[in-house]
């Protein structure tokens, strides 16, 4: 993707195993949360999002937690795939409801077989 | 699956000239953007667009940005005198809001290359 991984952290995962990605957030008036995943060549593409009331949401084979005492989000992937290998974003909405959105740095998975 | 769709998706233009990026966002949607991610950096937000009008724009959104929706489909971004800095992946996102679930849906973005 156009984060070419020379300056992100690295997350190498064996394929089958679970991943944790984690994420410090900014703002503590942030109240909702999203994760992204960027593959080479693509945008970002939706996983899962929470909201502040909340601290654990679940889809499928993902995970999101939320500990808002230390602004901490992290997103676990279970048996985790060649597919999931991307760069990982958190972002958090800003201001109004449907606001501008703030990306974290991302994280590179790599997956190996 | 409903997608955000941009064209083009290179663009290369000489430093000084207008380019115009195109999107059209999902049909149901309510609120529009645009990001940009200079090579090896964070997206970055640059504006938001709801009911017709410029709802929330950063400190990089200046008077040589402009954003439009000219029909009901269309969702446009025109930078009037490109920089050598303009060079970044631009990306169209929409969400109609309300629940969980839906986030923000992005489009897989224009590389623009001012040279």
Redesign the interface.
Known sequence: G???G??LPTLSVQEGDNSIINCAYSNSASDYF?W?KQES??????II???SNMDK?QGQRVTVLLNKTVKHLSLQIAATQPGDSAVY?C?ENI????????????TQVVVTP | EPEVTQTPSHQVTQMGQEVILRCVPISNHLYFYWYRQILGQKVEFLVSFYNNEISEKSEIFDDQFSVERPDGSNFTLKIRSTKLEDSAMYFCASTQGGHLGYGYTFGSGTRLTVV
């Open positions: 156009e984060n070419v020379l300056h999203i992204y060549g693509k945008g970002p593409q939706f999002d929470i909201r949401r974003f972002a201001g109004d409801s449907w606001g501008k959105l703030q990306f974290g740095a991302g």
